[in-house]
């Protein structure tokens, strides 16, 4: 396997693709290439050609966790989705392009079973262990979106600039289809750049672990106010981040036996998220 650091983002645009990777603080690729699960002939190291640090609303993809979680410039929400994300040295070598691109947790994508996302035509977890698993979106794969920092940015309504387009956060996600099983729709030759991060007038994010720290989302909750208008977005219920339109909308999800449970963490969540920016919850 070779390594390349190119000098501009044209080049490593050039490099990517055909079997290699982009590569920024490795926290998630790395294990998954030394598992292999995922194979790459190449490594390009993004760290000379994809923007680092925080100015004004704008958030360099290279940026990391630790540094957004220890910045005053950016809204409330998204600094503590970092704050709550692993752990110290986590947060201090992951960007958070890589954590909005980290692959799922499901742990039969992570012991190579050929489950639907893999490209099979099942889904393991729906007959076997799911309890980690999702509450929405879960018809082929029922995988729950790790990102705690992804639901923030859902929430604040973030948009991305990437070597070829801006897009709504939004539109980086899709669920895996019979035709396509990513769940991201950027192209394997494209690099996140940039993220551009809205104030709102307040905002926050709570989270449900296993563990009271260093663990992923069971469920994550952004809430964002910007006058009347409140947006809300769920980690841990969904293969992708998850817009909720309102509290109500909780009533839409599609359990599995062993993951009725997050529906109602949810429930508690978002009443006490919404209240928390002011916001009416009946
Ligand atoms: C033990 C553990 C616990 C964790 N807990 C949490 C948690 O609680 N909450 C949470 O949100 N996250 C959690 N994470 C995820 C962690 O935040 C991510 O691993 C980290 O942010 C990834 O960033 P990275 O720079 O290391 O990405 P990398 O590992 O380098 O890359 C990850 C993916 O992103 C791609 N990539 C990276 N940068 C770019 C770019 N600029 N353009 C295009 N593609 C790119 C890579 O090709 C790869 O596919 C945890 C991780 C671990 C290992
Ligand atoms: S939840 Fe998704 S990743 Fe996990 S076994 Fe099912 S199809 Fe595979």
Request: with cysteine.
């Amino acid at each position: 396997m070779q390594l390349l650091r190119p000098e501009s983002a044209e080049q490593a645009v050039q490099a990517l693709g055909n079997g290699s990777k982009a590569l920024a603080g490795g926290t998630d690729l790395v294990p998954l290439l030394r598992d292999g699960i995922v194979r790459a002939d190449t490594l390009v190291h993004v760290s000379r050609v994809v923007p680092r640090g925080i100015d004004g609303m704008r958030i360099g993809a290279a940026t990391t966790l630790a540094e957004i979680e220890a910045s005053d410039a950016v809204p409330e929400a998204l600094r503590e989705a970092c704050r709550q994300a692993a752990s110290p040295q986590l947060r201090s070598m992951g960007t958070v392009g890589g954590n909005l691109l980290q692959a799922t947790r499901c742990w039969y994508w992570r012991l190579q079973f050929p489950c639907y996302l893999h490209g099979g035509d099942r889904c393991h977890a729906k007959a076997g262990a799911h309890r980690e698993h999702a509450v929405f979106g879960n018809d082929r794969c029922a995988s729950a979106h790790p990102s705690d920092v992804a639901a923030a940015l859902l929430a604040l309504g973030a948009t991305i600039r990437t070597t070829r387009r801006e897009l709504p956060i939004a539109d980086l996600y899709r669920l895996p289809t019979d035709d396509d099983r990513d769940v991201t729709t950027l192209a394997p030759d494209e690099l996140l750049l940039e993220l551009e991060v809205p104030q709102a007038d307040t905002s926050v994010y709570l989270k449900a672990m296993d563990r009271r720290k260093w663990a992923f989302p069971l469920v994550g909750v952004a809430a964002a106010r910007s006058g009347a208008e409140i947006r809300i977005a769920l980690a841990g219920v969904a293969p992708i981040p998850w817009a909720l339109p309102s509290i109500d909308a909780l009533d839409d999800a599609t359990p599995l036996p062993g993951t009725a449970y997050k529906v109602e963490i949810a429930r508690a969540l978002v009443r006490r998220a919404v209240a928390g920016i002011g916001g009416l919850t009946r």
